[in-house]
């Protein structure tokens, strides 16, 4: 595996959708619709900050500090993705095929919650090679969502 490798799969799992094409939509969004854009972009946040990290892009002193918070970070908010659907919170991104295939759904988010947890306990011991195979875990976990249950935005 290598660093292009993991640039690309990065690319593709926090490409975001435009937030001022949305801008007119957002106000029409439920709060629990808005709450679940907001987990997720705390959730892409903190993978961004590891990658950032991981890959060398930044050289942040105390770099263990960095890939450790921000592993911790993604680990935590990871674990409220099976919270972010209930019942009349459909709307924006998210398909309604996530709440005729709800079971799916929780099984993504439960391997989100656990891929992410993985990742945490591997910058926790420091091994760069046990992170960039979590590394890898993660970003599929996401990926595997995303490409059922999340809208493709063409613009
Ligand atoms: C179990 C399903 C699932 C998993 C796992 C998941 N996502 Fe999402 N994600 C969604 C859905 C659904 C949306 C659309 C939310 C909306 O627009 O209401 C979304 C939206 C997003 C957005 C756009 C936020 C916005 O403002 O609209 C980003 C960025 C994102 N996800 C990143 C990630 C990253 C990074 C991971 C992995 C660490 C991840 N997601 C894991 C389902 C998932």
Not at 31 to 55: C, H, N, P, W
Request: net charge negative; with cysteine; aromatic share 8%.
């Amino acid at each position: 595996m290598n660093r292009i490798f993991f640039a690309a799969l990065a690319a593709a799992v926090l490409l975001m959708p435009a937030h001022s094409v949305m801008a007119d939509d957002d106000t029409e969004l439920s709060d629990a619709a808005k709450y679940r854009e907001t987990v997720m972009e705390a959730v892409a946040s903190s993978f961004g900050g590891f990658i950032a990290v991981y890959l060398g892009k930044v050289e942040p002193k105390a770099e263990d500090k960095h890939l450790i918070a921000n592993t911790r970070a993604l680990a935590i908010s990871s674990t409220l993705i099976g919270d972010l659907v209930p019942p009349g919170s459909e709307g924006g991104n998210a398909l309604p095929l996530i709440w005729t295939e709800m079971d799916t759904y929780q099984k993504y988010a439960q391997d989100a919650a656990d891929s992410t947890a993985e990742l945490a306990r591997a910058a926790e011991s420091g091994d760069r090679a046990a992170m960039g195979k979590a590394f890898k875990a993660v970003g599929t976990s996401c990926k595997t969502c995303h490409d059922k249950f999340r809208e493709e935005h063409e613009s």
